[in-house]
């Protein structure tokens, strides 16, 4: 049931949750198909992490939509983004590590995109899970203006969370 969500609301949340998803299979085709980069396990390593966050950027406003809709006061999957959040920094450590690595060994087009989509993969991280980074409209960008740097929304939710 709707709970007097504005269309242009519903509609945001949506194309967040499908452009997440969208932007996994793009940026393969763009960096391994189109310009022909090698899928090294570095190249891989960084573009998994990269992946994973976007998957969980794709649930949280699938999940944040989910919720506004329903009129819930829980994130629905909250618990499942509390352990994301735990869980992400090793991996993401991991593959900052392994690819920053493989870049020493050998930098070039073998290990400098993985060790570019460990790094954004971080900045993914950051995004969702604890200060918002992202600003892609006027709202946003007044905000940023008027107050700096804010806490993420997935943050603010998990927050709300705990007791």
């Given at each position: 049931?709707?709970?007097?969500?504005?269309?242009?609301?519903?509609?945001?949340?949506?194309?967040?949750?499908?452009?997440?998803?969208?932007?996994?299979?793009?940026?393969?085709?763009?960096?391994?198909?189109?310009?022909?980069l090698p899928a090294t396990p570095a190249n891989l390593a960084g573009f998994a992490a990269f992946s994973l966050l976007l998957i969980e950027g794709a649930a949280y406003w699938a999940a944040k939509l989910?919720?506004?809709?329903?009129?819930?006061?829980?994130?629905?999957?909250?618990?499942?983004?509390?352990?994301?959040?735990?869980?992400?920094?090793?991996?993401?450590?991991?593959?900052?590590?392994?690819?920053?690595?493989?870049?020493?060994?050998?930098?070039?087009?073998?290990?400098?995109?993985?060790?570019?989509?460990?790094?954004?993969?971080?900045?993914?991280?950051?995004?969702?899970?604890?200060?918002?980074?992202?600003?892609?409209?006027?709202?946003?960008?007044?905000?940023?203006?008027?107050?700096?740097?804010?806490?993420?929304?997935?943050?603010?939710?998990?927050?709300?969370?705990?007791?």
């Amino acid at each position: 049931m709707h709970h007097r969500l504005p269309e242009r609301v519903r509609r945001r949340l949506r194309s967040l949750a499908a452009l997440e998803l969208v932007n996994i299979p793009l940026q393969a085709l763009v960096w391994f198909g189109v310009l022909g980069l090698p899928a090294t396990p570095a190249n891989l390593a960084g573009f998994a992490a990269f992946s994973l966050l976007l998957i969980e950027g794709a649930a949280y406003w699938a999940a944040k939509l989910r919720q506004l809709d329903s009129g819930a006061t829980a994130l629905p999957g909250a618990a499942a983004f509390a352990a994301a959040l735990r869980a992400n920094p090793p991996i993401l450590a991991a593959a900052v590590l392994a690819t920053g690595w493989a870049a020493i060994g050998d930098p070039g087009a073998n290990t400098l995109l993985g060790l570019g989509f460990a790094l954004f993969a971080v900045l993914e991280h950051v995004n969702y899970f604890h200060v918002q980074l992202m600003y892609d409209n006027a709202a946003d960008l007044r905000r940023l203006a008027a107050h700096g740097l804010v806490r993420s929304h997935l943050s603010r939710d998990l927050a709300r969370r705990r007791p």
